[in-house]
Structures are given as structure tokens and as C-alpha cells.
């Protein structure tokens, strides 16, 4: 059989964090990448930039810029990111895909996004996933080379498996592993947060109390993927979604005097709380999936009796025998204007008994 040369098409660069920086196509056409964080905010294409302007999660517009000349394109995007319109003055660019993503192969000069807001490659149309770790072909409906996640880890049996089978519902942002889409909106409404919370509080982050506590260890850090797992599968039931506290406001969650609520409280002063009721109520490692910080310093159960707020330190993934770590969670209620009381005899409950009076 005769044997036909390669021919390369385009060279890709990377930095040291493995983040697609620069791509030569064999035209010698380069183009750069820069990115805020793991999101792109300019490219250059030879002589063109173009600068694109987001709201948290939000796609908004793209600049592009050459010479002297400026143009501005309004973005319109469905929940998952995806651009399905276009508009500079009176042209207007639409997009319309396949369920995992393939569109017209035509050439779409508005905007340089597409399906989930990704970016397709120049050269091949393919969507370099986690910014260049790996090519998603909308076409095959599956990714081009496997995910270094799997088949052991969370990465799933397939290692070229794309949304898990569910490009509805799910994203994959990283190229490593589909998120549900509620549960992504979910802790990036966390994320979006934090700036709020450095503004409205004290800075707990310079707390003496918060910096020498102990983390508290996870004693079932084996079924953590599979409790992630299930909650994400579960929260697609019931709108049970945990939420962050970073005001006086926030704790209006605990009116109900029957009911109970997990909580954890990090280092950074970040208290999470979220519902011991319905379909997806998420453990205490759960929960602090939903945090900055990796170290959770206080975790157990928070409810209304009366007129007090009742803590514990109930819990099984992290319990510590014989120590209180509801301090510091005490002292940021007490920042926001509520006094907080501890559980007496705990140990003697399963979590905030109805009856119970502080």
C-alpha cells in the first residue's frame, strides 16, 4: 500500500497550565488567545482583535477591532451560553444546531463563539474544550482523544463520551466531566456572590477565629463522587438548591420552625446552608463543593425555634468527638445581627427536634 504524507494543518501552543494560548495554521495565519480566569476575553487573528464583554456567566457582545476601524455585535444566548443571534446595525447573523451542537458550516463573521458558548477551532470547526484540553466533533457527537479522567475516575466507562449522552440538560466547560446545567447556574450564582459578601461584611477573612480553627476532615472522602453524583440527578426533581449566606436577608430560609437545615462554614466565612427535605438534599461535603475555600472549619445542623437560631454540630462526615466548632459560625450570625445559641444535649438528637426550645 502506498503511504501518503501527513500534512499539518495548524500548530497549537499551550502555556504551563495546559490553556490553549496561540494557534499557527500552516497559511501561517496565527492566532492568540488571552483569557481572564478560565474564560477568553480577547483573541487576535493577525491584524484583528476581537474583545468579547461578559456578565458573570453572560455573554453580551463582541468588539472586533482592525486598523481603525471598530465594530460592535449584540449577542443573544440561551441558558446554556449558546449564541443564537447576532446583530451589528442592520445585519443580523443566526445560529441554529443539532442537539450536540453542529451547525452550517458557513461563515459566521459576528462573533467567533458557538454551541454553549464555546470556541470552535478555525481549522477544523471542532470545540476545543477546558481552553484547548480537548476537541469535541459535533459531527461524530463524541470528543476526539480521552479523557485522562477516565475509565476509573469520574470521567465515566467511556472515555470519549460527550454530556454524558444528555447535551440538553448538561455542559462541559472543562472537557473533563458533564455538569448539570442547574447545578452549574447554581454554584456560579455562588461564585458570583463573593463580591457581594467582602462588601457587606466584616472581613472574616483576617478573623483570628476563622484562621486558627482546624479544618475538619472528610471521614467518607470515598463516596464523595457518587454523593455528587446523586445530588446532582436528585436536583433535577426539586428545586432544592443550597444557598450562600451573605446577608440578614438570606436566613429568611429558616422561617419554617419545622424544619431543620445542614449547613457548613469555611474558613472564609462562607456559610452554606441547604435542605434536609425533598429530593436532593445534599450532604455537609456536598455543600461545600459549593465553597471557595476548601476548608470547612464548622459543619452540623441550623434551624429556627422560637425565637432563636439553633446550632449543632451533628454531622457524620465530619463529626470531631467531644468539640464544639460552632464558634466562628456564631460569631458571623452575630455580625449580621442575629444571636445564635448552641443545641444542648445533641447528642441525644438527630438534628434540630421540633420541640426543641433554646
Known amino acids: 500500500m502506498s503511504h501518503k504524507n501527513e500534512v499539518v494543518l495548524c500548530h497549537y501552543l499551550y502555556d504551563p497550565l495546559n490553556t490553549l494560548i496561540r494557534a499557527v495554521s500552516s497559511n501561517e495565519k496565527t492566532t492568540q488567545n488571552f483569557y481572564c480566569k478560565s474564560r477568553l476575553t480577547t483573541q487576535f487573528q493577525g491584524e484583528t482583535q476581537c474583545t468579547i464583554f461578559q456578565q458573570n456567566d453572560i455573554l453580551l457582545a ?3 477591532s482592525r486598523s481603525s476601524t471598530t ?3 449584540l449577542l443573544v444566548t440561551d ?17 441554529v444546531y443539532t442537539p450536540y451542537g453542529y451547525r452550517s458550516p458557513q461563515n459566521h463573521l459576528l462573533t467567533v463563539f458557538g454551541f454553549n458558548g464555546e470556541l470552535p477551532d478555525l481549522v477544523t470547526g471542532h470545540y476545543l474544550l477546558g481552553n484547548g484540553y480537548r476537541a469535541f466533533n459535533p459531527i461524530l457527537m463524541r470528543f476526539n482523544s480521552p479523557d485522562s479522567w477516565s475509565p476509573f475516575g469520574r470521567g465515566g466507562i467511556n472515555p470519549y463520551a460527550a454530556f454524558q449522552s444528555d447535551p440538553i440538560n448538561k455542559v462541559d466547560p472543562t472537557g473533563h466531566i458533564a455538569t448539570s446545567l442547574m447545578v452549574l447556574k447554581a454554584v456560579n450564582r455562588f461564585k458570583s456572590a463573593l463580591p457581594q459578601m467582602k462588601k457587606s461584611r466584616v472581613l472574616f477573612q483576617k ?37 450562600m449566606i451573605t446577608k440578614l436577608s ?7 420552625k419545622n424544619r431543620h437545615f445542614k449547613y457548613i ?4 466565612s462562607e456559610l452554606i446552608i441547604g435542605r434536609t427535605d425533598g429530593h436532593g438534599a445534599p450532604p455537609h461535603p456536598v455543600l461545600a463543593q459549593m465553597a471557595k475555600s476548601p476548608n470547612v472549619i464548622s459543619a452540623g445542623y441550623i434551624g429556627k425555634r422560637g425565637d432563636s437560631i439553633i446550632l449543632s ?5 465530619y463529626f470531631r468527638s467531644k468539640m464544639d466548632t460552632t464558634g466562628p459560625v456564631m460569631s ?27
Open 62 to 64: 463582541s468588539r472586533r
Open 332 to 358: 458571623f450570625l452575630k455580625n449580621l445581627g442575629i444571636e445564635a445559641k448552641l443545641l444542648r444535649d445533641e447528642r441525644k438528637h438527630i438534628g434540630i427536634p421540633v420541640f426543641y426550645r433554646g
Open 207 to 243: 478573623n483570628k477565629e476563622n484562621l486558627e480553627a482546624t479544618p475538619l476532615k472528610n471521614k467518607g472522602l470515598e463516596y464523595l463522587d457518587a454523593e455528587i453524583a446523586q445530588f446532582e440527578n436528585n436536583v433535577k426533581l426539586d428545586k432544592n438548591v443550597p444557598k
Open 265 to 268: 462554614y469555611t474558613d472564609q
Open 250 to 256: 438570606d436566613l429568611e430560609m429558616l422561617a419554617d
Open 71 to 73: 465594530e460592535t455585535s
Open 79 to 95: 441558558q446554556k451560553r449558546s449564541i443564537l443571534s447576532a446583530s451589528r446595525n442592520t445585519l443580523i447573523d443566526s445560529f
Open 313 to 317: 454540630n451533628q454531622t457524620g462526615h
